[in-house]
C-alpha cells in the first residue's frame, strides 16, 4: 500500500499493554492492581486473563459475519492489489466482502450471515491498520509527490518484489511514459 500514517487500533493497543502487564507480572510478581495502574488497563481483565480469559475479539468471533480466514483473504486481495497498481475501490471490497458473508450464509443455512451491516467496511478498515482509505488522484497530482522519498522506496520495493516473484529479466524490462490510465476508473473515487 502506498505510504500512510501507521494506525492502531484501540484494542491492538489495550491488548499490547494487557500482554506487558502479564508479562511483568510473570517475570516479577508485581500484584495486579499495581500493573493495572501502570499500564492503564482493569485489573479485573488481568486476572481473568491470566486465569485463561479471552480477548475482546475472541470472544465475540462468533457473531461475526465473516470468518478470520475470510478477513485475512480481503486484507491480502486488497494488499496485491495494491502492490499490482490498482487499489480497490471501496464499492469493490464491500461486494466481495458480500460475496464471502452469502457463502458463509449459505453454508451455515443462516441467512442472517449474508446481510453486512451498515459500517461493516469502517469497521473492518479499523480493525485493519495496514488498509486505509484515501480519493485516488489523477497522474498529474502524483507528479508532485515525485520527490517523496518514502513513496519512492515504497514504489520501488514493490518493483524489486514484483521481478523477483515473477522472474523477470531485466531485457524484458520496459520504460513508461506518462501518458498511460485504467479505462473504466474515474479519476477521483476512493481506494483502499
Known sequence: MAPT???ESKNT??????????EEWRLA??????LANK????????????????????????????????K?????????????????????LHAK???????????????ELAHLGQHWLSNFLNHHPSLSAKFS?????????GGNIPALKDYFAKLLRLIRTRKIQPEDIFNMDEKGFIIGMSSKAKVI
Not at 480469559?53 to 478470520?68: D, I, Y
Open 5 to 7: 500514517k501507521p494506525r
Open 39 to 70: 499500564y492503564g488497563v482493569s485489573s479485573s481483565t488481568l486476572s481473568d486473563r491470566e486465569r485463561g480469559g479471552l480477548t475482546h475479539q475472541q470472544s465475540h468471533a462468533h457473531e461475526q459475519k465473516l470468518t478470520p480466514a475470510m
Open 29 to 34: 510478581g508485581t500484584s495486579f492492581r499495581k
Open 97 to 111: 466482502a458480500g460475496a464471502l458473508a452469502q457463502i458463509r450464509a449459505e453454508e451455515e443455512e443462516d441467512p
Open 13 to 22: 493497543l489495550q491488548e499490547v499493554r494487557i500482554c506487558r502487564a502479564l
Open 137 to 145: 488522484t489523477q497522474l498529474d497530482h502524483q507528479w508532485a509527490y
Open 72 to 92: 485475512k483473504a480481503l486484507e491480502d486481495w486488497c494488499k496485491k492489489l495494491d502492490d499490482w497498481g490498482f487499489p480497490p475501490r471501496m464499492d469493490l
